[in-house]
């Protein structure tokens, strides 16, 4: 029942071919089997799954189930879980029990999705490799030597492993499309806004944004039309009606205009990868797309405009840390004085790439260098905004890689910060615009799954899940299963 | 540590060499204003929940190492 699209079994349950209860007792028995070697999961809650679970099943027998009652996913560790440990990836947060949900688990929660635990993430989202997380680096399951990407890579080698049906994430720079690629899954990013933020640990607040890892562009609209919406509680939360996804998602195609960027295809992109690409984007045009080549004049500023904007907020954010009202206190530091006891508890609660981005956005701050560094990547980050608009005013979606390469080695790029910035060098410009993305299988290089990104304007997830739907009702990618895992 | 930092400072250099004359930095990505909402408590006082995650707590204060001499 593993290899099921959430559709497939959100349409079992409904027919009661199959209990909420049998399902998750299912994927808990493949988590305990097999994340052993994937260290794709920090906690799992079965206990509370299988009461969830018992839940919907009276549900489910009442009538009054939705289409995800009875569905098991799982949380990634920067979602707050009322009464369960939410870590963020840190010793800072090893013991901490968030008081309250997160607005997005308690929505789908409220619509019977069974949590079966929190997936293992970089340390507070700061990472393209699942390796800064302080409970290990989690493994692709394509090939375990290998890393999922990240910051979501817990939830996306889940996902691909079939240990849940679908999986939360959450992305500022790329965190939830790289990884959907590197291990042949769908991730899409909403529109900044579209979904609420309350309840997720910040890093970098005007580019942060959650979103789902699934099978299919399908699943991830059923998914994404609970979670998305007005939300108080987040104040920059978009007061926008949300679209019928999943509805929207079958209904038949239109003839759309795809614009290519053709600098995404230059020599920083693997060309084998370019090649899976270029024939993914021939299936568009069987079925009636039209393709049109454009550039994109400034995204080359995208990775230098992201790491003074993110790692700024990051500091600012990040400052809340101090060990006094949660998080690590170091032993005996309360009998330090009042420095000591701050340099302490920050110093043993952080690792390397959480203090190297708290640096450059304490640096890039600075009095003296707030204008050369801070405005202008500000403006920068205009730039690329202007650029993706003009693209918009002749296509209606902007189609190219995900990622420079498929999945790269564990330590592979560890030992230079740069290197591993740039393998998100195609999916910051989303975010610094705000922008909706996503990406999807669409082929394998040397048996390694390589990801399609698709980016929309604002508020057009209806319109990018439409096309990632229908390249997928003819083509098979998104089909296979990782080896060991089927 | 300081190394890893200076190769960071260096590759967001390259911003620098941008002619961005005229371009007003973004202050939100989808150009919208901050909601602003009624000055009222919407919160419930939960402290005692809360200070559950507090490392060190003594009559529903936080403690941390003297600060006044």
């Not at chain 1, 209860?21 to 299988?50: C, M, P, S, W, Y």
């Not at chain 2, 995650?53 to 529903?60: F, K, S």
Request: glycine content about 8%; hydrophobic content about 40%.
């Amino acid at each position: 029942m593993h290899k099921q699209t959430l559709a497939q079994v959100a349409g079992d349950l409904r027919a009661r071919r199959v209990s909420a209860t049998e399902l998750t007792r299912h994927f808990l028995e493949r988590i305990e089997r097999f994340d052993g070697e994937l260290n794709a999961f920090i906690t799992v809650t079965k206990d509370r799954a299988l009461e969830h679970a018992a839940l919907a099943d009276r549900r489910l027998a009442k009538g009054d189930a939705t289409p995800l009652t009875g569905i098991p996913i799982a949380h990634k560790d920067i979602f707050c879980t009322a009464g369960v440990k939410t870590s963020c990836g840190s010793r800072m947060l090893d013991n901490f029990v968030a008081p309250y949900d997160a607005t997005i688990v308690e929505r789908l929660q409220n619509a019977g999705a069974i949590v079966l635990g929190k997936t293992n993430m970089d340390e507070f989202a700061m990472g393209s490799s699942n390796e800064t997380s302080y409970y290990g680096p989690v493994r692709n399951p394509w090939d375990r030597d290998l890393v999922p990407g990240g910051s979501s890579g817990g939830s996306a080698a889940a996902v691909a492993a079939r240990l849940v049906v679908a999986a939360t994430g959450t992305d500022t720079g790329g965190s939830i499309r790289q990884p959907a690629a590197l291990s042949g899954i769908t991730g899409i990013k909403p529109t900044y806004g579209r979904v609420s933020r309350s309840g997720m640990i910040a890093f970098a607040s005007s580019l942060d944004q959650a979103g789902t890892l699934t099978q299919t562009a399908e699943d991830a609209a059923l998914l994404l039309e609970v979670m998305a919406g007005f939300d108080e509680r987040d104040s920059t939360s978009l007061d926008e009606p949300v679209p019928r996804y999943s509805q929207l998602v079958n209904e038949p195609w239109e003839k759309i205009t795809i614009g290519v960027p053709e600098n995404f295809f230059d020599d920083g992109l693997d060309p084998d990868n370019a090649a899976a690409l270029r024939a993914a984007l021939a299936e568009f045009e069987k079925l009636g797309a039209r393709l049109k080549s454009l550039r994109l004049d400034h995204i080359h500023l995208s990775v230098p405009a992201y790491y003074v904007v993110a790692p700024a907020e990051a500091s600012s954010n990040l400052s809340r840390f101090d060990g006094v009202r949660y998080g690590y206190q170091a032993e005996d530091a309360i009998k330090d004085d009042l420095m000591t006891f701050y340099m302490r508890n920050r110093g043993q609660g952080f690792g390397p790439e959480v203090k190297r981005r708290i640096l450059t956005g304490t640096y890039v701050l600075s009095a003296g260098y707030f204008d050369a560094y801070y405005l202008q990547a500000q403006k920068a980050r205009q730039l690329i905004s202007d650029d993706f608009a003009r693209a918009f005013a002749q296509v209606d979606i902007v189609a190219g890689p995900t990622t420079p390469a498929p999945a790269f080695g564990i330590g592979q790029k560890t030992g230079d910060p740069i290197q591993m910035y740039l393998n998100d060098i195609y999916t910051i410009g989303a975010n610094l615009a705000g922008l909706p993305a996503m990406s999807l299988p669409c082929g394998f290089v040397r048996g390694l799954p390589v990801g399609l990104q698709l980016i929309g304007p604002h508020l057009s997830e209806a319109r990018l899940l439409k096309a990632a739907h229908h390249l997928q009702r003819v083509t098979d990618w998104h089909q296979r299963i990782p080896g060991g895992y089927g | 540590m300081s190394a890893k930092v200076s190769s960071i400072v260096a590759m967001v250099d390259q911003l620098q060499a941008v002619d961005t004359t005229g371009v007003a930095p973004m202050a939100h990505p989808l150009d919208r204003p901050q909601r602003l909402r009624d000055d009222v408590v919407t919160e419930a006082d939960r402290h005692e929940l809360y200070q559950r995650n507090a490392p060190l707590v003594e009559r529903g204060l936080y403690l941390v190492p003297k600060v006044i001499e």
